[in-house]
Every structure is written in C-alpha cells, then in structure tokens.
C-alpha cells in the first residue's frame, strides 16, 4: 500500500487525509497538540477553528460560494461535514465549532486508513510523500528548518481573532435581526450607533491598551482581517466604512441605515455564543472587557472568548515550488493551507484538495491534469505560482480571474453569474475527463 506523511490536523491536513485514504494510501497524520500547545487553540481536536465561524457566502455570484461549488465538483470532504456542522447565517455557511470539529476528528480517527500519531515534527527529513500543513501556528523548530531550507525568512502577517460573548447577556431589544441587503434569513443581530455613540466607540478604540508585538517581529496585517485598532488609525470614518458599514441594513424602526452597525453572528446553533463580526483585535483583555460592556446592549455582557492575535507564516510559493505546491528542492515534499500562501479556511481545504489530486497522479506515474484557468481553484493556483516581488497571501476573488467578455452595463451580479457558470462546467469537464483520480469516497459512520 502507498505511503504518505503529513504533518498538522488542521483543516488542510484533515482535507489531504481524507482524499488520500480514500485513494488508497495509508496515511500517517502528526499533529502536536496536545503535547505542544498553541497560543490559538483550545483543545485537542482535530480541525478546531480558532477564528470566525464563518465559511462564507454559498451564493454563486461570490467569490467563496463559487470556490466551495467548485471544491464539491471535486469531491471535497470536510464541506460535508460543515453543512452537517451548519448553524443560521444568513447565505454564509456559518458553523458550530465543536460540532464540526468533532465530526472531523471522528472520521479521521476512524478510518482504516489513516494513523493519527500526536507528536511534533521537527524537520523536513521526512518520507515522501508528504505534506507540510501546519498552518499559521507551525512550531519554533520546523519553522526553523522551513526558514534554513528557504535561504530566507518567511514572509507573514498578524491575525487577530475576535471577540465571542454569551448571546444571553446582550440585550436583543437594542437591535434588529436582519441579512445585509436582505440575501439570505435575518440571522446577524444588528446594533445601530448613532454618530456621538459611534465617535465614544473611536475614541475609545485610539486611547485603549493593546499586547505589543516582540521588538524583531515587523506587523504585516492581512488587509482582508484588519485588527479594529489599524482600521481606526487610518481615519475616523474607516471603521464605519469597513466591518461597521451599515449599508443594506435599514432599521425597521426608522426604515433609514444607521450611522454604524455592529453586527453579531451565532458561532453555535443554540446562540450561546455570538462573535463581533470583524471585530478583531489585539487589546489587552481588560480593555476588551471595558470597550464590549459600553456597547449598546452589552452593558452586562459576559465574554466567553477575548479577541487575540497571533503570528501567521507562510511561505513564498512562487520561488520555492512548482505546480502544484510541490517543493522543487524536495520532489515529493508538498505545502497544504495557509503556509501555502492561500488565505481563509475554504482557501485552505482546496489547496489540500489540488496537492491531494497531485500526489495521486505521480503515484499512478501519470502528469498532474492542469486546472482550468477558467475555474476559480485554477486561477487561485495560478496565482500562488506566479513569481511577484511582495508575495502576500490571496483569498478567493473574481479579480484573479481571466475576463469573461465585455462587460458593457450588465450588473456586476450578472457578470459574476456569468463567470461562474463557465467555471463550474469547466470543472465538471475536468472532473470528467480525468475520472480515474476520483474514486468514490468510503462509506463511514455519520458522527454530525
């Protein structure tokens, strides 16, 4: 039987055991925890998600709706179990943590063909193949080994994880349920600010105590999850204008948008736990605690999760491999998630999904199939191997794809629907005409 090593249980890890197994290999999967704890995790589990509870919008006509369409085409696996794992958000495929992290760890565990050995790997001295998915969080000594094996250091960012509070201890009476421009069911409390409420919020947001970052680390913030505080020192308005914009959320008491609106979104199916919705931050916990109970509504809130921050790497994919995140100096030696320069939790399933595909064409010694440019995982890949000069990490976008005719005054959704039905039938295409690297998944238990 094939062989194959991968190191971290994380979403991406978990994605690649889970194809690889159901092909055939017997895979060993090496996760640290709970041996070597992060300063972002808070259990054991498998695919734990430690930031927003959100997968994004399933609507066609975006961006992340059109990835995950596309990663079912595919035969993605963990997208099953987070529909299995939903709660109410509106047309985002929001989900509970636990449930889902404990669906994965479930069926991970219990395939015959995966071994899942809890220690830290330490070096990239490993059989092949193999796939380095660790993550954000990778550990000091492999980080250290990637950065020797590199020739240079990594290139990173911040991310900052907001805020979650006990859903029973906000007021409901101070906002409205409601869905931004009314796509999808009301299912993010809204909490309207006036203009005075929302400069005291500003102000309070400039003059709080925040965990400063270590003298040699340089702060290199995601633009797409920017920390409140960075929002605000870009100008007064910013803020209102980014994770507080309040267009498409009229009030239904006054039938007008409000100056600002806080939106908070259930992070579990009961709705005990709600998170601030681009609320992200890295003020010391005290501060956190003082600025959440001024809110409207809050002012007997109790907080179950303060916002963190934490270093995220990941490396420079252009330099360092070749289609498909296969490392030119170590042929057989792979990258899967977020250290491969893709950006979001769907972005880093599919990114295991396409090294999964690869690993199994080279098993069977045939080429890996290249993916449809059309499609949105082929514009993304042809993205993160695109030599650039600042290599940044990317989200799915419909700016990384190949212009679908003349615009002309068609609606930007029109357009979008446009480009996304060619990508879909491009990807069925794909998945057609190379069926031999999709056989069908083994049947296990259901643990949602």
């Known amino acids: 039987m094939r062989e194959v090593t991968i190191v971290g249980g994380g979403l991406a890890g978990c994605e690649a055991a889970w194809q690889l197994a159901d092909r055939g290999f017997r895979v060993r999967l090496c996760e640290m925890r709970p041996e070597t704890p992060t300063g972002a995790h808070k259990t054991d589990r498998l695919a734990e998600i430690v930031c927003s509870n959100s997968f994004k919008s399933t609507l066609l ?24 794992s939903a709660v109410p958000a509106g047309h985002a495929l929001g989900i509970d943590r636990e449930l889902f ?25 490993l059989p092949t193949p193999a796939i380095i998915a660790t993550g954000p969080l990778t550990g000091d000594a492999l980080s250290a080994a990637l950065v020797a094996h590199c020739t240079r250091d990594h290139l990173y960012f911040y991310d900052a994880i907001a805020p979650s509070v006990d859903g029973d201890s906000v007021d409901p009476s101070v906002g409205y349920w409601a869905s931004r421009y009314g796509k999808g069911d009301a299912d993010y409390l809204n909490i309207p600010f006036d203009k005075e409420q929302y400069q005291k919020l500003v102000e309070f947001v400039r003059g709080a105590e925040y965990v400063q970052s270590h003298a040699f680390e340089e702060e290199k913030y995601f633009e797409a999850c920017l920390p409140i505080e960075v929002l605000v020192a870009r100008g007064e308005d910013t803020l209102r204008f980014g994770p507080m914009k309040p267009r498409g959320l ?55 999760r303060f916002g963190t921050i934490h270093r995220n790497i990941f490396l420079d994919i252009p330099s360092l491999c070749a289609p498909y995140l296969q490392d030119r100096a170590r042929p057989g030696l792979h990258y899967a998630g977020q250290i491969s320069g893709v950006e979001g939790y769907v972005e880093s399933i599919m990114s295991a999904i396409v090294v999964a595909l690869s690993i199994t064409a ?16 082929g514009s993304l890949m042809d993205y993160v191997h695109t030599p650039r000069k600042n290599f940044q990490p990317m989200n799915a976008n419909f700016g ?46 259901n643990f949602a």
């Open 61 to 84: 006509d975006t961006a992340s709706g059109l990835l995950k369409a596309e990663m079912e085409v595919l035969g993605c696996r963990l997208l099953g179990v987070a529909r299995d």
């Open 101 to 125: 992290s404990g669906g994965v760890t479930a069926r991970i565990e219990t395939h015959p063909n995966i071994r899942v050995e809890r220690t830290r790997i330490d070096s990239l001295d």
């Open 250 to 304: 009229p009030d239904p008491r006054t039938g007008r948008d409000p100056y600002a609106v806080l939106q908070l979104r259930k992070e579990s199916r009961e709705g005990s736990l709600m998170g601030l919705v681009g609320f992200q931050t890295r003020m010391t916990w005290a501060c956190q605690k003082e600025l959440l109970r001024m809110l409207p509504g809050c002012s007997d809130v109790s907080v179950l």
């Open 362 to 377: 080279a098993a069977e010694g045939r080429p890996m199939p290249p993916i449809p440019r059309a499609t949105m995982i």
């Open 400 to 445: 990384l794809m190949p212009t679908q005719g003349n615009g002309g005054r068609r609606s930007r959704k029109v357009r979008h629907d446009e480009v996304s039905t060619a990508a879909l039938a491009a990807m069925e295409s794909y998945r057609a005409e190379n069926d031999w690297l999709f056989p069908a998944p083994q049947s296990l238990p």
